[in-house]
Nanobody, 117 residues
């Protein structure tokens, strides 16, 4: 069984920064892709950024240049550094790990990020 535990959410003013962390435990298969998704009220869940075990990254256009995803394979941990936050970034952020061979997704419980003045 896979468990993902997020931390680092909170409230911040526009232009501020937050760093999200997600630690995975259990039977995390390799190879895998780790990532961050978000869901704003009334909207569908959307991908924010993903990273492979080799370090290849992919970002949503709306966060390019502001967010940075990274991971530590040995710790099954993924991070999301969020800078220049905007009110439109307000959402619940979910950590995800995808088993590449089976396309099975595992999700964290989510952490709230609120950007408001």
């Amino acid at each position: 069984q896979v468990q993902l535990v997020e931390s680092g959410g909170g409230s911040v003013q526009p232009g501020g920064s937050l760093r999200l962390s997600c630690e995975g435990s259990g039977s995390i298969f390799k190879p895998n892709v780790m990532g961050w998704y978000r869901q704003a009220p009334g909207k569908e869940r959307e991908v924010v950024a993903t990273i492979t075990q080799d370090g290849f990254t992919n970002y949503a256009d709306s966060v390019k240049g502001r967010f940075t995803i990274s991971r530590v394979n040995a710790w099954n941990t993924v991070y999301l550094q969020m800078n220049s936050l905007e009110p439109e970034d307000t959402a619940v952020y979910y950590c995800n790990v995808r088993d590449v061979f089976t396309n099975t997704d595992y999700w964290g419980q989510g952490t709230q990020v609120t950007v408001s003045s």
